[in-house]
């Protein structure tokens, strides 16, 4: 028998568990990720993109910099220890809706593990970046 496998797994549904379930875990991440929305929307040059239109809410935001492209804004945010996914997001229809089909958007997707100084971090850079000219 795979003991260390076994005892991996049981582990990882204690650990579930201990947090209130699969919706401990989101009811966090959906905190977490309300929490960056509502700080982002507060920053000029930025527009922020979410999954409103969705029944369904997921823990993600999308969002573009002005006229920035999304892979530069997601270069310099990993430069600052963030990892984000810039450019297409395999979503051609949805880039087409929001107008971003030029430059892409940055992709953010709270984990339930970050923190709430990490998003406030992530804003702080993310306001420097919007207030910088780097075009």
Do not use: W
């Amino acid at each position: 028998l795979n003991y260390p496998g076994i005892k991996g797994l049981l582990s990882g549904l204690e650990f579930i568990k201990k947090q209130g379930g699969i919706e401990g875990i989101y009811k966090h991440e959906m905190y977490i990720t309300d929490m960056l929305y509502n700080d982002l929307k507060n920053i000029s040059g930025l527009t922020v993109f979410d999954n409103m239109l969705s029944s369904v809410k997921a823990p993600l935001l999308s969002l573009k910099i002005k006229n920035y492209p999304s892979e530069t804004v997601a270069s310099l945010l990993d430069s600052y220890g963030f990892a984000v996914r810039g450019g297409y997001q395999c979503s051609y229809l949805a880039h087409k809706f929001y107008n971003t089909e030029e430059y892409g958007t940055v992709r953010i997707s709270p984990g339930y593990f970050n923190t709430k100084y990490q998003i406030k971090n992530l804003c702080f850079y993310l306001n420097k970046i919007a207030k910088q000219n780097i075009l």
